[in-house]
């Protein structure tokens, strides 16, 4: 049958078995309309009942280098690509949800008909624990006040942020991000201690922590220790006709700005 036309006769039809040859010339043309394809990924968290938004797809030629199009998954956690020409492509995850890791994997899509391909992709979450200390201890220390920015907020906009309770604090699920450099910083210090130093720290495609060169945390897998040293103040009483003489005796107090000692 013509495309958009009459159907063909016996006469029109050039049998393979040699059998109802036409008996006059007939001009004609045949259209072969291009097969297209579909592909729909769906993006889940480990429990395959977490459907992932704002995961970012790319569909690249056979060669993995030239991009044919990108889709992001919605609510659902599906991206679609439609229209694709037979063929081979590659697949990648190019930008991972928030507080997810990158999922590194590169699947092969062969389009070979109109058909719709399905792919799953899944991410595994973010872990970052914040450990607080004393320098030379072991124990978690309670009351310092924390909070995580994002390096170059000027709001400076807490990501997540806690009051240390003597167990280890695991940072708010969905805070960090892949590829983004944050900082940790102590707002109010442990009574009787002192305040530790600001901490930056890279989240790294895997999800694994990468400190500044300055930071003085220390990291053990997921956890960052980080330590306050205790305020101490030593108090000399000397003669001041012959000094380096300490004088006994002497009865000494320590206010505050208050005047409560």
Same mark, same amino acid.
């Given at each position: 049958?013509?495309?958009?036309?009459?159907?063909? /006769?016996?006469?029109?039809? &050039?049998?393979?078995?040699?059998?109802?040859?036409?008996?006059?010339?007939?001009?004609?043309?045949?259209?072969?309309?291009? &097969?297209?394809?579909?592909?729909?990924? /769906?993006? +889940?968290?480990?429990?395959?009942?977490?459907?992932?938004?704002?995961?970012?797809?790319?569909?690249?030629? @056979?060669?993995?280098?030239?991009?044919?199009?990108?889709?992001?998954?919605?609510?659902?956690?599906?991206?679609?690509?439609?229209? &694709?020409?037979?063929?081979?492509?590659?697949?990648?995850? +190019?930008?991972?949800?928030?507080?997810?890791?990158?999922?590194?994997?590169?699947?092969?899509?062969?389009?070979?008909?109109?058909?719709?391909?399905?792919?799953?992709?899944?991410?595994?979450?973010?872990?970052?624990?914040?450990?607080?200390?004393?320098?030379?201890? @072991?124990?978690?220390?309670?009351?310092?006040?924390?909070?995580?920015?994002?390096?170059?907020?000027?709001?400076?906009?807490?990501?997540?942020?806690? +009051? =240390?309770?003597? *167990?280890?604090?695991?940072?708010?699920?969905?805070?960090?991000?892949?590829?983004?450099?944050?900082?940790?910083?102590? !707002?109010?210090?442990?009574?009787?201690?002192?305040? !530790?130093?600001?901490?930056?720290? /890279?989240?790294?495609?895997?999800?694994?922590? /990468?400190?500044?060169? =300055?930071?003085?945390?220390?990291? =053990?897998?997921?956890?960052?220790?980080?330590?306050?040293?205790?305020? *101490? &103040?030593?108090?000399?009483?000397?003669?001041?006709?012959?000094?380096?003489? @300490? %004088?006994?005796? *002497?009865? %000494?107090?320590?206010?505050?700005?208050?005047?409560?000692?």
């Amino acid at each position: 049958r013509q495309e958009n036309g009459p159907e063909l /006769t016996n006469d029109q039809i &050039l049998w393979i078995d040699g059998n109802n040859l036409p008996t006059a010339t007939t001009n004609g043309t045949i259209t072969n309309a291009p &097969l297209k394809g579909s592909l729909k990924v /769906t993006k +889940t968290g480990i429990n395959a009942s977490i459907l992932l938004k704002d995961a970012q797809f790319t569909l690249y030629k @056979e060669d993995k280098v030239t991009p044919v199009a990108q889709a992001v998954t919605d609510a659902n956690g599906v991206a679609q690509f439609n229209d &694709l020409k037979v063929g081979i492509y590659y697949l990648k995850e +190019t930008k991972a949800p928030k507080g997810y890791t990158l999922n590194t994997t590169e699947t092969k899509v062969v389009v070979t008909d109109e058909s719709i391909i399905e792919v799953t992709y899944k991410d595994t979450p973010i872990v970052l624990n914040i450990s607080k200390k004393a320098i030379g201890g @072991e124990a978690e220390l309670q009351g310092a006040v924390f909070k995580i920015y994002e390096k170059g907020d000027v709001t400076k906009t807490a990501v997540d942020s806690w +009051t =240390s309770n003597g *167990a280890v604090h695991r940072v708010m699920n969905g805070a960090l991000e892949v590829g983004k450099t944050y900082v940790l910083t102590e !707002m109010t210090a442990p009574s009787g201690y002192g305040y !530790m130093a600001d901490q930056e720290f /890279t989240v790294n495609q895997d999800g694994s922590i /990468t400190l500044a060169p =300055s930071a003085t945390a220390e990291k =053990s897998g997921q956890t960052l220790i980080v330590r306050d040293r205790k305020i *101490a &103040l030593k108090i000399s009483k000397q003669d001041a006709a012959v000094p380096g003489v @300490e %004088l006994p005796n *002497a009865i %000494l107090g320590i206010y505050d700005k208050n005047g409560i000692d």
